[in-house]
């Protein structure tokens, strides 16, 4: 009875048969599109933390001028509210960096996620033709038995 199963199983097995290739070419569609996602999220965090790194070493460069001794003690007012104002432009600036990586992130997302799906939607349409013919052909090679 065991021999009997092992047959009926190899059989039916045999009459859907797996594309390998069609698997393959799956893989490597998922595994690009994976290093691709992976390059533009990189890229982007290589681009916040330079513009991190720019804004931390202006505002130091400010703070340097605030820490000076000044002549009249107005001038101290002066200082602080010079920092603030440019303390506030540069925020708005960085800001507004940050804005333009993370719509450029987002552009990028879209044209990936748009160009895999054309890209999985032609291999499945391939695969289920392919299926389809196989699959009719094993039935009628069944039928005939």
Do not use: C
Request: proline letters at 1%; hydrophobic letters at 50%.
């Amino acid at each position: 009875m065991a021999q009997d199963f092992t047959a009926i199983m190899k059989d039916m097995m045999g009459a859907f048969p797996v594309d390998a290739a069609a698997m393959q070419d799956a893989f490597k569609t998922q595994a690009t599109l994976s290093e691709k996602m992976s390059g533009v999220a990189l890229t982007a965090a290589e681009k916040s933390a330079e513009l991190s790194s720019k804004w931390a070493k202006d505002t130091l460069a400010k703070a340097a001028d605030l820490t000076k001794v000044k002549a009249d003690p107005a001038d101290y007012s002066k200082a602080y509210t010079d920092f603030a104002t440019s303390s506030a432009e540069a925020a708005a600036e960085h800001m507004a960096a940050f804005a333009e990586i993370a719509k450029k992130v987002q552009m990028e997302t879209v044209e990936l996620m748009l160009a895999a799906g054309k890209d999985m939607q032609e291999e499945t349409t391939a695969a289920v033709k392919k299926a389809t013919t196989e699959v009719s052909a094993a039935a009628k090679k069944a039928a005939a038995k």
